[in-house]
């Protein structure tokens, strides 16, 4: 038994070796990609109840010379460990608001808003929120269209600070986003003291909200408290009309999901605004 252990240990060594080495080389890969400036945004409509845009979520992708389009599930981790998500947010941050104010110039889309998610790590640097406002005055961006998307993982740490940092942009006009809600570690008591503007019912909940009796309970508990709290709510991941439906009937006005349309270049989005969805 014992030299048994010795060789899982052994083995056990090597696969965190691999692992670590994968690491590094993904992490150099990234770094070379942020140099060839590979990194770019594709947008997901966000639709009101009778399916007009309201605005779109900005989600990163990463245009690899050999992999092809890289989804963020593939390197964002890495890049929030290693702190390449630092000039990776920030160059995310720049290209949304840039399309902001790009949208801000044409009538048929002055109104609509852009989410941009944000990483808890992006958000602790304590020059974050500077950087969020020097880039709103250098693009002209609107900041009460531009809506950052947080996690429940940035109440792990200081959340009186946290909390401060939230303040200093809800008071220039930014909206925040409480992302992936009910999936985390926030409590309601935080929820009452966190100056958000939006709550978004992950899609773990909206999947089968139809056949699972707990899932579609979560789902109303989470728009009926957003209601009560005078936030917005939007449901993501919605890819069938009864999801929407049901979700509809109970209060969420708000929608993104496959039904409304896939993340894709800014251009398929404005072209696919002047049809609306069908259902
Ligand atoms: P998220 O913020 O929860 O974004 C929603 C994810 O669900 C996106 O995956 C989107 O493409 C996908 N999705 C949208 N509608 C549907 C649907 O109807 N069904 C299903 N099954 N999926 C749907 P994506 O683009 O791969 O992004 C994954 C995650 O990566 C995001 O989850 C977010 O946490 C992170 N991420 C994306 N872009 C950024 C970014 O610019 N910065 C940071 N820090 N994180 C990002
Ligand atoms: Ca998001
Ligand atoms: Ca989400
Ligand atoms: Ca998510």
């Not at 950052?148 to 006009?173: F, K, Q």
């Not at 966190?194 to 909200?209: A, E, G, N, T």
């Amino acid at each position: 038994a014992k030299s048994r252990g010795r060789n899982m240990l052994c083995f056990f060594d090597l696969g965190m070796q691999a692992a670590a080495t994968a690491r590094s080389a993904l992490e150099a890969d990234i770094r070379a990609g942020l140099q060839r400036d590979e990194f770019l945004l594709h947008y997901q409509r966000v639709v009101d109840a009778d399916g007009a845009m309201l605005g779109a979520e900005a989600l990163v992708r990463w245009r690899h010379s050999e992999r092809g389009m890289v989804p963020p599930g593939e390197f964002i981790a890495v890049a929030e460990q290693t702190g390449l998500i630092l000039p990776l947010g920030r160059r995310v941050l720049r290209e949304a608001c840039q399309q902001l104010a790009q949208w801000a110039r044409e009538p048929a889309c002055a109104h609509w808003t852009l989410s941009v998610n944000v990483s808890a790590q992006e958000f602790r640097h304590p020059g974050f929120v500077q950087q969020v406002l020097d880039v709103i005055a250098e693009t002209q961006a609107d900041p009460r269209r531009l809506k950052l998307e947080l996690t429940e993982s940035l109440l792990l740490h200081d959340v009186e600070d946290t909390i401060a940092r939230m303040r200093m942009l809800r008071a220039r006009g930014v909206g925040l986003s409480l992302d992936d809600f009910g999936t985390g570690y926030s409590s309601l008591s935080y929820l009452k003291r966190l100056p958000l503007s939006q709550l978004k019912i992950d899609q773990s909940f909206v999947r089968d909200v139809l056949t699972d009796p707990s899932d579609a309970a979560i789902a109303c508990t989470v728009v009926a408290l957003a209601n009560s709290l005078g936030l917005d709510v939007v449901a993501e991941g919605v890819e069938s009309d009864g999801q929407r439906d049901f979700l509809l009937r109970n209060g969420c006005r708000r929608f993104q999901g496959y039904l409304f349309g896939r993340p894709g270049p800014a251009s398929a989005l404005r072209a696919a605004d002047t049809e609306p969805p069908s259902r």
